[in-house]
């Protein structure tokens, strides 16, 4: 229809607008007005984000959302097609790091030929880790696949939803026994293999103490764990509005873990929507994160603003607000991104 073919045609238009805006950032490193180095990575799953990769320059692969290629598949995808799927991404990105997430289905995640599982409550039921710690060889196969495509080079493998320590342990060791059956198999593998998790069940923050002695890095996925911390649904329209990540529970919860990570010295990003969002993402900066990983369509607008506020600055403001019981500081700090002509347009 004529209405389709121009909603079309808006999109087209704003495509190119942010690949024009991406080559004219093209020369600037991601660093703030003062000096901050930020390590800006870009979250990748869908074939079109491959269309994003040499534009943004980006500094790698913070979030390698992998279950999408088995949602779109009419068939559990096997070794040597995941490892295809897996080795296009290590050719194109070279040396950079990319974080593999293992398969993170269930909830709103679903399997057309895995047939229907009804559960009242899918958001905190058999999801993600749990369905890969419990369907062991799927989550084998799929590391055989990451370590063949890592050939030589390091990778780094990230665990979603992961709700224990123990969880963690389990997880690793199977990533370590394919590791070194494949070593002994004399297949081409990965160089070396660095382990993480990704921080989304509240759990999690009352045993990181004990996690970041095991874990080689961390990344914060906020989608889930925003919905899990203010118990609100994230799919729900109903309830979009009502609660905010910029409100100082929640940036008080962030600051906590990036302060912690850099405790014991562990790589610590955040690779959730909020990231995205560049007066969020000035935010985060302020409270201390130096890794983000954003979506391809919003990595123009990020690094716009990272080059034009001052990390010192903007992170004395941002710690002063952390005391307000307002729903949220997204008036206050909107108003100081205008006042000191900080992009996040
Ligand atoms: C998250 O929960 O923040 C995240 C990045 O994972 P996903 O959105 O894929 O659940
Ligand atoms: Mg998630």
């Known amino acids: 229809s004529d209405h389709l073919i121009n909603e079309y045609k808006k999109k087209s238009v704003g495509l190119q607008k942010i690949f024009a805006d991406l080559e004219k950032l093209a020369k600037y490193p991601n660093i703030t007005a003062d000096g901050v180095k930020i390590n800006l990575a870009m979250n990748y799953g869908l074939d079109l984000d491959y269309e994003y990769i040499k534009p943004t320059h980006c500094d790698g692969i913070g979030l390698y959302r992998t279950e999408i290629t088995f949602m779109s598949a009419e068939k559990m995808p096997d070794v040597e097609s995941q490892e295809r799927q897996y080795k296009k991404l290590f050719d194109a990105l070279g040396n950079k790091k990319i974080i593999f997430r293992s398969l993170d289905v269930g909830s709103d995640k679903f399997l057309p ?47 979603p939803m992961v ?20 070593k002994q198999r ?19 923050l009352f045993q990181l103490d004990d996690l970041l002695q095991h874990v080689d890095f961390v990344s914060v996925g906020t989608n889930d764990l925003y919905q899990f911390v203010f118990a609100c649904d994230r799919g729900n329209p109903r309830l979009s509005d009502r609660y905010d990540v910029l409100s100082a529970p929640f940036l008080k919860l962030m600051k906590r873990i990036v302060d912690q990570a850099g405790q014991y ?25 130096r890794n983000l990983s954003v979506a391809g369509a919003s990595y123009a607008k990020v690094k716009k603003m990272i080059l034009s506020m001052r990390e010192e600055d903007v992170s004395d403001y941002v710690k002063s607000l952390l005391k307000s019981q307002k729903n949220s500081i997204r008036p206050q700090l909107s108003a100081y991104a205008y006042d000191h002509s900080i992009a996040i347009d």
Do not use: H
């Open 113 to 159: 030929y895995w047939g229907d599982i009804k559960e009242d409550n899918p958001a905190i039921g058999w999801r993600s880790i749990r369905i890969t710690l419990d369907r062991r060889a799927i989550l084998r196969k799929q590391i055989r696949a990451m370590l063949r495509a890592a050939a030589d080079k390091e990778l780094n493998v990230m665990f």
């Open 163 to 182: 709700s224990t320590v123990q969880e963690f342990i389990e997880a690793k060791e199977t990533l370590m026994i394919e590791y070194e059956r494949e």
């Open 186 to 204: 004399g297949n081409p593998t990965a160089k070396d293999v660095k382990v993480g998790i990704m921080i989304e069940v509240p759990s999690v």
């Open 265 to 289: 010295k562990v790589y610590c990003s955040v690779c959730g929507e909020m990231a995205s969002n560049p007066l969020v993402a000035m935010a985060l900066i302020g409270l201390g994160y």
